[in-house]
T-cell receptor, first 115, second 109 residues
């Protein structure tokens, strides 16, 4: 089975621009979660999607948004980029069966640099 | 105070040494993950556990739910074990993970 893929792997943007990142989960996985990793804050939860519905959202401003498609692929968008948005953005997929806990499989990440 | 605390922050060991990394958490959880992150960013899930002990090769993870504490042990450490080890706890009924700050392990030959 192919792993979690994220595109693009690297991205350079300037302040004020917007960016869209993509995540394709492992085949059969219906849950996709997004995380931001910065040197100062470490790993922080952004949001989680399951069957095209956002189930949870972290403490990030409304400039951060996401969606999930019927094939479970997910995108996240950041509008009006700020320097502090420079980070590694990771997505993880899982099966999330009700009543059970499931391992998450991480993608390689997209490294976003905002100039 | 962070919900997930890891210790130590940095750890340097000689090849062959026994390594222990600790994780304490303050919230109710459904599961706890130990993750490994190598330079370059890729994260690998090492263990997910909600009770007892798990072993995979030279790695052992334990959790004490009553004490809200978990440990990751590495036996016969090797330079290739050099990485950041991250403890993360999962809130019940959700895929949301809350992460510790990580422990940077360096194993010297």
């Amino acid at each position: 089975k192919a792993g979690v893929t994220q595109t693009p792997r690297y991205l350079i943007k300037t302040r004020g621009q917007q960016v869209t990142l993509s995540c394709s989960p492992i085949s059969g996985h219906r849950s996709v979660s997004w995380y931001q990793q910065t040197p100062g804050q470490g790993l922080q939860f952004l949001f989680e999607y399951f069957s095209e519905t956002q189930r949870n959202k972290g403490n990030f401003p409304g400039r951060f948004s996401g969606r999930q498609f019927s094939n479970s692929r997910s995108e996240m968008n950041v509008s009006t980029l700020e320097l502090g948005d420079s980070a590694l953005y990771l997505c993880a997929s899982g099966t999330l069966s009700s009543g059970l806990y499931n391992e998450q499989f991480f993608g390689p990440g997209t490294r976003l640099t905002v100039l | 105070k962070n919900e997930v605390e890891q210790s130590p922050q940095n750890l340097t060991a000689q090849e062959g040494e026994f390594i222990t990394i600790n994780c304490s958490y303050s919230v109710g959880i459904s599961a706890l993950h130990w993750l490994q992150q190598h330079p370059g960013g890729g994260i690998v899930s090492l263990f997910m556990l909600s009770s007892g002990k798990k072993k995979h090769g030279r790695l052992i993870a334990t959790i004490n739910i009553q004490e809200k504490h978990s440990s990751l042990h590495i036996t016969a450490s090797h330079p290739r074990d050099s990485a950041v080890y991250i403890c993360a706890v999962k809130e019940g009924g959700s895929e949301k993970l809350v992460f510790g700050k990580g422990t940077k392990l360096t194993v010297n030959p």
